[in-house]
Antibody, heavy 120, light 107 residues
Framework: QLQLQESGPGLVKPSETLSLTCTVS??????????WGWIRQPPGKGLEWIGS???????YYNPSLKSRVTISVDTSKNQFSLKLSSVTAADTAVYYC????????????WGQGTMVTVSS | DIQMTQSPSSVSASVGDRVTITCRAS??????LAWYQQKPGKAPKLLIY???SLQSGVPSRFSGSGSGTDFTLTISSLQPEDFATYYC?????????FGPGTKVDIK
């Protein structure tokens, strides 16, 4: 069945750019039925939607993060990626990638999550 | 932006209890509402989509209702594996958002 796996550095320095990749296996990222998204969760806190991308490259970002976020898709590699610039300690969180079903709007499949710490 | 609130923020309950969690949207979202369960150290799990549709494989003791701005998640008979945090999520537009969560713990 379809699986998602996040990858990237677990430690990022303040003011630098956080970069994560989500690899989709067991299915195609190019399906018209799904969006692909990033969600994060600071330690002990709730879920925050970061943004979503369609296989065509259309993107939608959380307004509170929009100035610092870029999400891209590589259909040839069945991957999508997150870049978050100018990070601070407030960006320390578990970052999840997930599949969102177009017709119902819900995230039905999630990656296991990856912890990213922002620290010098 | 559409803001989501949940109540209560936490609830203590016993096995077998009926538990109801409420989610409210700051503006109408029709039935574009999902519920998730999250256990410590794990990714969220989709329980309910489109306000009242049960995700495949989810036990029937979970149910959702509501439309517009007010929604509820009900667990009809709480089981030991249901102790977790529950989040609602609106999908009315391309800009998504989650509620702050409701923690269900053991009384």
């Amino acid at each position: 069945q379809l699986q998602l796996q996040e990858s990237g550095p677990g430690l990022v320095k303040p003011s630098e750019t956080l970069s994560l990749t989500c690899t989709v296996s067991g299915g195609s990222i190019s399906s018209s039925s799904y969006y692909w998204g990033w969600i994060r969760q600071p330690p002990g806190k709730g879920l925050e939607w970061i943004g979503s991308i369609y296989y065509s490259g259309s993107t939608y970002y959380n307004p509170s993060l929009k100035s610092r976020v870029t999400i891209s898709v590589d259909t040839s590699k069945n991957q999508f990626s997150l870049k978050l610039s100018s990070v601070t300690a407030a960006d320390t969180a578990v970052y999840y990638c997930a599949r969102r079903v177009v017709i119902v709007g819900a995230f039905d499949i999630w990656g296991q999550g990856t912890m990213v710490t922002v620290s010098s | 932006d559409i803001q989501m609130t949940q109540s209560p923020s936490s609830v203590s309950a016993s096995v077998g209890d009926r538990v109801t969690i409420t989610c409210r949207a700051s503006q109408g979202i029709s039935s574009w509402l999902a519920w998730y369960q999250q256990k410590p150290g794990k990714a969220p799990k989709l329980l309910i989509y489109a306000a009242s549709s049960l995700q495949s494989g989810v036990p029937s003791r979970f149910s959702g209702s509501g439309s517009g701005t007010d929604f509820t998640l009900t667990i009809s008979s709480l089981q030991p594996e249901d102790f977790a945090t529950y989040y609602c999520q609106q999908a009315n537009s391309f800009l998504l958002g989650f509620g702050p969560g409701t923690k269900v713990d053991i009384k």
